[in-house]
């Protein structure tokens, strides 16, 4: 074979790749599934005639992003404070049961409505990977949750609140709560497809990750996942994420590394009947990670939703926070206000 044929050759496998990232980055997002009851229904017997009002924040980039504030019980002094992370498609809204709970404790607490979703900007994308820590950064800072302070992330958000607790700015918060938590999907607690509340466009999500490993990140305001929800704009829901968003918001791809990386007190919470994740199999995911000292607590009778809505399951949530809090030592308040370079990572 001369020269010239082989020079033949590689320009038509170079021709035949680049056709097969354009039609996956083209045609490869993800098809909508059939809505999961069992996430939605829970929610139609909930109260929220004291939904408090969001406030809002001032994110580093000008834009205005939302929260809402429960004050602590009565009144009184709070005991420390606890920010909580919603789920994928929802907002602050959809913890607006375990806040009460959380306040009616002493804490003050502040749920957050994540950049994507709710009053935080357009529904399912951000501008880059790595703004919703930037994000939580200027929360702090703005803010300023009264010390000790706990990062409590449900789902999705437990995978977002790991990312925090294993990276460079960990110490924004002196204790750690996943409920749920979303890891990865190579982790042992991952049931197919979330159990039927995601699906993935696949062959996108292996052309932009490829794209973004050579730097080019112009695509990933694309949609790569689809939730099993109704209408989404109309329940004030979002109906996918961007390539930029779900990366953002769930651990790096070595979950492993940042698991390894938590250095505050940390916990995780599950319900016994989860039909999205492997509840069972929490425990071995973060031993596996060499953290077999993070302690895992399942809750009998609670499903995925359930751990944030049902009685018992937020009675447990709120006995964690104290647990943490006991064993914490709270850093200075100045420490929420150490600046990190934007996308800085440390393990």
Known sequence: MNLRTVLSACAACAVLLLVALAAAIAFGGP????????ISNPFRNVDYSALPPLSHYAARDGTQLAYRRYAPAGGAAARGSVVLVHGSSANSQ??????????GAGFAVYALDIRGHGDSGPHGDIAYIGQLDDDLQDFTGSVRPPRPSTLAGFSSGGGF?????????QALFDNYLFLAPYTSRRAASFRPNAGGWVAVGVPRVVALTLLNRIGVTRYNHLPVVAFAVG???????????????????QPDEAYQDDIRAIREPAAVLAGVDDEVFLAARFAQVFAEAGRPDIPVTLVPGSGHIGLTLDAQARAAVVAAVAKLDAATRPMPASASQAPAPIGERAY
């Open 31 to 38: 098809t909508r599934p059939q809505p999961m009851l069992s």
């Open 94 to 103: 959809s913890v607006h049961p375990l806040a009460q709970s959380l306040a």
């Open 161 to 169: 609140a790991i990312r925090v607790a294993g990276g460079a700015r």
């Open 231 to 249: 209408n989404a704009s109309a329940a004030g829901l979002v109906g996918t994420y961007s390539y930029a968003l779900v990366t953002n918001f």
